[in-house]
């Protein structure tokens, strides 16, 4: 089965196509809601690899459940793509982001698969896969490294909140990274993302769209079989044992799904 999951915006058709051809496509029931359709493509070079079409999917109301079902499907890393606000006045509309590091300003979702054990206590640096991260920064080396603002939709910013955000240290906002970069740290999953500039923050001017975004899109979509195939195997991120003191202390039993 495929190791690798692009949860991903709504993808169009022609950028599909450089992922490959449609081999399946599954839902899975998890104890947090039904995930899915997963679609397996195979790319003419590099291994097969799962998709989740991801943004505003009734699984987003739990991510955990799009978490659980890519670890049952035998998912190792996930590369999260993600459509920003751009808060850093440096950045525009179609730029490609690496986020690197991020600031949780989420109210109402999940925190942790481990409601009731203390085996959610994991370090979040680095935030995201260092193996996805690098890979990402060879692959594309015009994708600026920013903080990530992880936010609730779908509300967008105020110009007062664009302001405080930039304060805080955050060059983008967005909506589908965080909590997920650290629910897939607990289930030892690899996490990465890409993010492209969609929108300016509430206090920049906006310019009129000329089609940045779509050719960005189709241009980061045809190099990620590249990418993929590009990554350690084995991983050498180290994001595969992260529960080992726990499992070691009793703390989990050896099986995952009887985690939590």
């Not at 629910?183 to 940045?212: H, M, N, Q, W, Y």
């Amino acid at each position: 089965m495929p190791h690798l999951l692009i949860l991903a915006q709504p993808v169009p058709p022609r950028a599909l196509e450089d992922l490959g051809s449609l081999r399946d496509s599954r839902s899975l029931r998890t104890p947090f809601g039904e995930a899915g359709p997963f679609a397996r493509r195979r790319p003419a070079h590099g291994p097969d690899l799962w998709i989740l079409p991801y943004f505003g999917s009734p699984t987003r109301t739990d991510p955990r459940a799009a978490l659980w079902a890519a670890k049952d499907l035998g998912v190792q890393r996930i590369l999260a793509w993600d459509n920003v606000v751009g808060l850093d006045q440096r950045l525009a509309r179609g730029d490609s982001v690496l986020p690197v590091d991020y600031i949780d300003h989420t109210k109402h979702q999940p925190s942790t698969f481990f409601e009731n054990t203390g085996a959610g206590y994991i370090q979040q640096t680095p935030a995201f896969c260092p193996d996805i991260s690098a890979a990402i920064a060879a692959h594309l080396p015009a994708a600026r490294p920013v903080i990530y603002l992880g936010d609730e939709g779908p509300r967008r910013e105020t110009a007062a909140e664009a302001r405080m955000f930039r304060q805080w240290g955050a060059h983008v906002r967005g909506l589908n990274l965080v909590p997920e970069t650290y629910l897939a740290k607990e289930l030892e999953l690899c996490f990465g993302a890409i993010g492209v500039v969609t929108a300016l923050s509430a206090d920049r001017a906006e310019t009129a769209p000329g089609g940045e975004v779509r050719m960005t899109d189709r241009a980061l979509f045809a190099i990620l079989p590249a990418l993929f195939a590009a990554l350690p195997d084995p991983p050498a991120c180290g994001c595969d044992h992260l529960q080992a003191g726990p499992r070691q202390r009793g703390v989990l039993p050896g099986d995952w799904r009887q985690w939590g």
